[in-house]
Structures are given as structure tokens and as C-alpha cells.
């Protein structure tokens, strides 16, 4: 077993040092550039223990190359890859560090790169309570290693109903197939955590754990969904917020021998109806019938005609619907044919 001062290397990691200090199974490694790396302790294999301990402020200062001398080119380490390391297997993982007191002992979460492709990654989590994530750990993965995402105790799960990861595979210096990215999202039922039967023994792990499929030979377990009505409503909203500004009211009523005229033709209410649907024109249309009416609502005996046009009917149907609805005090009725023609409908106010 590692102790402090001892020099070790990671197990299922690159990198290594001296051990600093431990504390809950954590032990802490400082790096030849003097930084700490907290790592398992049963992830640390002790590789010398002679030599006497060396921090970045005892090591001797390396003088800097001449410019005649070539700057060595950093090696990089050799990515050993494997023949079914073509597809991408990734699996999360959650470990109990004491299976056998699940009420009161802290998890591990893991996640394992089965693959010959390096991974940009992040991992988060939200409740159901809340639509807002939390990433908890996010970087690069080397192929074919597993993993240590974070250390936690009970009370976090009440904040891990949903968990998400979200990747991009590459690989570096040589040529490779595209991988699509993805966001995989998974609910997470939190009473397993307490249940000694839902941990169960997996090909990555020496002891049982609850593990989940992020990507199976190539395939995202299950893709992160945006809800469609959220992007609906922004998308209407936007259309509302684009559409062109309104002339004032005043420039499309006149009276008329004690008649109020209105002028709903779309050309008269609007400079452009560039971009604009057809629904979105009779929205228009309709804001203006409803401004003239309730500008006038308050006048009993007033006469109002709306111009509309004959077309297909659909803005006189709709006129008769918002004032069976919202106007049933008025009456409503064809206005004079000599004046207006078949295309206006009169409203009388009652009084």
C-alpha cells in the first residue's frame, strides 16, 4: 500500500509522482512541475521509494538552450490501440466506495473510454426540479482508459434525477473516421443508490456498480431532446417582435356623413409584408379591428364601417367571430353595396 513521500505512477492514467498527503482514499500527488493531482489510492502503484523527497523549489535550475541549440521536440506518449477500438464504446459508471453500507457511504463516478479516439467531454447533472445543469467535470480522455469524474456523498443525489454527457472523438496525428458528436441524457432513478441488488458486476469494474450506456458501438444511448413547444413559442415570439411597425391608427379611419371607415387592407395597415405569413397578416389586421373598436366602445349609436375586400372570406369571417366574442352588444351587417361594394361589413354600437 502507497504512503506519503512514496513515488508512485497512476494505474489507469498516465502521470505520476510523490504523495503529498491522504485523506479519505484520496491520495494526493505532486507532479515533477510541483502540482498536486488527487488520484485513488488504489489507483497508485508505488515505483521507487529510496530517493529522498523533492519539491519544485529543491530541484536544481535548468539552464535555458543556447539559440544555436534545437529546442527537443516534446514526445508524445503512444496511444496503444486495439482492434475493435474503432468504434466508440463509453460507459458511466457509479461505484460505492463501501458497498456493503450504502446508506452512509460516498460514490464513485466513472467514465470509461473503451475506443482508440481521444474524447473532449463534459458531465453534468440537474434534478427534475430544475432545468438548469450543473457540469461537474469536463476535459479530455485518452483511449482506451477509464476514468475518476468525481467523489460524492448522499445528499448530492436529490440533485441527480437527470445525468448528462456530452462529447467530440478525434484522434491526433494521424488520419481517422468522423465520429458525430452527441449529448446523451439519461434519467437517474436515486433510490438504486440504497438498493445492494441494482449494483451489478460489469466488464470495466472489479466490483459491482450501476453503469450506463452513453455510446454502444458507435450508437448514442439516448440523445438529449429539445422540447419542440419551447422552440415553437421562441420562434413566434421572434416573428412577433420582427414584424414591421404599424402606421398610426389615425391614417386608416376617417368619418364619413357620421360613419367611422376602416380601411383593413393589409397594404393600407403595413409599409412591407416581407417575411410575413398569411396568419401573421391577419394577426394585423385583426389588432387594428379590435384598436378601432375599443377606441370606440364607449360611443353607444357609432357606426363603423371595415373595409376588408371580398377575397375568400377569411377576414370577414374572422371580424364576426371576435365580435360574437369579445363585442356581443354590436350588431353587424353587409355595408352599402352603392358605397363599399361586397367587401365591407357595417357594426352598429348599440346605445
Not at 483511449?143 to 478525434?170: G, H, K, W
Request: proline share 5%; aromatic share 8%.
Amino acid at each position: 500500500m502507497a504512503k506519503v513521500n512514496d513515488i508512485v505512477r497512476f494505474l489507469n492514467s498516465t502521470g505520476g509522482g510523490r504523495i503529498t498527503r491522504i485523506e479519505n482514499g484520496m491520495a494526493y500527488v505532486e507532479d515533477e512541475d510541483g502540482f498536486e493531482q488527487p488520484v485513488l489510492l488504489r489507483e497508485c502503484v508505488v515505483v521507487d521509494e529510496s530517493k529522498p523527497r523533492l519539491t519544485a523549489y529543491d530541484r536544481p535550475a535548468i539552464p535555458a538552450p543556447s539559440k544555436e541549440e534545437p529546442k527537443p521536440t516534446p514526445q508524445q506518449p503512444v496511444v496503444e490501440e486495439t482492434e475493435g477500438g474503432e468504434k466508440l464504446n463509453i460507459t458511466l459508471a457509479y461505484e460505492p466506495r463501501e458497498i456493503k453500507h450504502l446508506n452512509t457511504t460516498t460514490f464513485y463516478a466513472y467514465i470509461v473510454n473503451d475506443s482508440n479516439y481521444y474524447l473532449y467531454y463534459s458531465y453534468m447533472t440537474r434534478s427534475d426540479d430544475d432545468g438548469k445543469w450543473t457540469t461537474w467535470s469536463h476535459g479530455i480522455i485518452e483511449p482506451n482508459i477509464q476514468v475518476l469524474l468525481e467523489e460524492f456523498d448522499s445528499r448530492r443525489l436529490t440533485s441527480m434525477s437527470r445525468v448528462a454527457v456530452q462529447y467530440i472523438a478525434f484522434k491526433q496525428d494521424k488520419p481517422f473516421k468522423l465520429k458525430n458528436p452527441a449529448l446523451v441524457e439519461h434519467r437517474l432513478d436515486t433510490t438504486k443508490f440504497y438498493k445492494l441488488h441494482c449494483f451489478h458486476d460489469n466488464e470495466y469494474f472489479d466490483t459491482p456498480v450501476i453503469a450506463l450506456d452513453i455510446v454502444r458501438n458507435d450508437v448514442p444511448a439516448r440523445m438529449m431532446v429539445i422540447d419542440s413547444t419551447d422552440l415553437e413559442r421562441a420562434m413566434q415570439e421572434k416573428r412577433r417582435a420582427d414584424r414591421p411597425t404599424h402606421k398610426p391608427v389615425q391614417k386608416h379611419t376617417k368619418e364619413k356623413n357620421g360613419i367611422i371607415e376602416c380601411d383593413l387592407h393589409i397594404h393600407q395597415l403595413l409599409d412591407t409584408t416581407a417575411g410575413l405569413s398569411n396568419r401573421d397578416m391577419l394577426e394585423v389586421q385583426l389588432d387594428k379591428f379590435r384598436e378601432v373598436m375599443d377606441a370606440n366602445i364607449n360611443t353607444p349609436g357609432a357606426r363603423i364601417v371595415f373595409i376588408h375586400g371580398k377575397g375568400e372570406g377569411v377576414l370577414r369571417k374572422a371580424l364576426l367571430d371576435e365580435l360574437k366574442r369579445r363585442y356581443p352588444h354590436c350588431e353587424a351587417q353587409d355595408a352599402s353595396f352603392r358605397e363599399y361594394g361586397f367587401g365591407a361589413t357595417l357594426v352598429k354600437l348599440r346605445k
